[in-house]
């Protein structure tokens, strides 16, 4: 049973945003229309289309209800309308139509803007591309034009309830002010309420604001603020919220890569020495300060980097020629050591009780005797992140399906871990 129904105008909208859910790790399927809907336990978010943009009031009412009674006594997250990003169609009736599906108790929250598409909202206003929403293509459209560039007012049109706005202003004071200010709006019997809105970090802020403030409602949205909804219910619930980092590489670019990574993310650094793991005196205890240590850094951040490279200035680099000469080992021997000191550190902390999206490595011995010591021999390879670093999942083992990244310590440019975190911690629900 999906957990999130979204119901759209048109088809390009429902594939839309579940294009959008999937990047945030949740199952999506597409409807081409309400009749075919049949209920699948492995989706999480459904989209239906109901190509009713263009139809007479009526008759969008009518399908939007339809729709709607598919999921009557299902527990489901929260219904979405999925509105047309310039406000052509019905968006008016079908909102009715899904409150009316609903109890008294819900309102309806519209957030309209896009900002990856350059769809913004100041004041009630859209712009779109930097042009009024009137003076566009959505102002020209033969089938469904818009005549004015107020939400308000195009909402007007069709929804004869209370409707209420809340600007830029107090969006900015941040979430815990613009909670209040929602339940106030909600006492005030307001069945639609709607939002100015400039950037992701709006959607962030109105996102939790709604959802803390504990009211029943539908989201009213082209999809940014649909998937930001659905993302901060996930990271309530606290699933699949860390990446797990192991880096053994001392080159160059290496270094640069572990520079730019912990410029962009709040990640905590997990330094390992790596004398002590070639040490038979002082590798266990090193071990056990070093899961200990991760253990405590995972519960403050969800990323965690475990490393050896010589990121800082002060740091020295390892001279293993040296090394070789005063332990009269060999250098291929001295570099297993490190790695399979560097493997058994991150599977015995991914192992522990936390929900990992998954798991990056860079060199190749590291990689290897990470995969060892879960267990598993094989991955099954989804997709080249970039040439020379692979996504995949592991098979079998302690932790069969774990999602893992492995990419070689020359390989990329200064933004390739970068990349590589960001493809583990978008992407739960690829495949």
């Known amino acids: 049973m999906p957990e999130y129904v979204m119901i759209a105008d048109d088809l390009t909208g429902a594939n839309a945003n579940c294009s959008l859910m999937k990047k945030i790790g949740i199952s999506s399927a597409s409807v081409l229309s309400v009749d075919n809907y049949k209920e699948n336990e492995d989706i ?223 990640i905590n650094i997990l330094k390992i020495d790596p004398l002590k793991l070639i040490g038979i005196d002082t590798y266990k205890s090193e071990i056990s300060r070093a899961v200990k240590e991760g253990e405590k850094f995972l519960k403050e951040e969800d990323f965690l980097l475990i490393t050896t490279t010589p990121y800082n200035p002060n740091d020295k680099r390892l001279d293993l020629n040296e090394i070789s000469k005063e332990t009269n080992m060999p250098i291929d021997d001295i570099s297993i050591m490190i790695s399979h000191g560097l493997g058994e550190i991150a599977a015995k902390l991914l192992v522990k009780d936390f929900s990992f999206a998954g798991v990056f490595s860079s060199g190749g011995d590291v990689t290897v005797e990470l995969i060892k010591e879960l267990n598993s021999n094989m991955i099954e390879i989804k997709e080249e992140i970039i040439p020379l670093a692979a996504y995949g999942r592991l098979i079998g083992g302690k932790i069969p399906g774990l999602r893992i990244i492995s990419k070689g310590g020359m390989v990329g440019d200064k933004n390739a871990m970068k990349l590589c975190l960001e493809k583990l911690k978008n992407t739960l629900g690829e495949e």
């Open 44 to 266: 999480q978010a459904i989209a239906i289309s109901t190509d009713s943009r263009a139809m007479f009031e009526k008759e969008a009412y009518s399908i939007v209800k339809k729709a709607m009674a598919k999921f009557k006594n299902k527990d489901i997250v929260f219904f979405s309308k999925r509105i047309d990003s310039t406000l052509r169609g019905n968006i008016g009736i079908e909102t009715i139509a899904m409150l009316d599906s609903l109890d008294d108790e819900y309102m309806a929250v519209c957030v309209p803007i896009y900002p990856s598409t350059n769809r913004v909202v100041l004041n009630g206003t859209m712009v779109v591309n930097g042009s009024l929403l009137i003076n566009t293509d959505a102002g020209k459209d033969t089938k469904t034009p818009v005549d004015s560039s107020k939400v308000e007012e195009l909402f007007k049109k069709q929804f004869n309830r209370k409707i209420d706005s809340i600007y830029l202003e107090d969006i900015e004071k941040g979430s815990e002010y613009l909670e209040k200010l929602i339940l106030e709006k909600y006492k005030n019997n307001t069945k639609l309420l709607l939002f100015d809105g400039f950037t992701d970090k709006h959607l962030e802020i109105i996102a939790k604001a709604v959802i803390s403030s504990k009211i029943k409602f539908i989201s009213v949205d082209p999809g940014p603020f649909t998937c930001k909804l659905a993302e901060r219910y996930l990271e309530e619930e606290e699933i699949f919220s860390k990446v797990l980092m192991v880096v053994g590489s001392v080159t160059d670019i290496t270094i640069e890569q572990v520079k730019e990574l912990i410029f962009s993310y709040p």
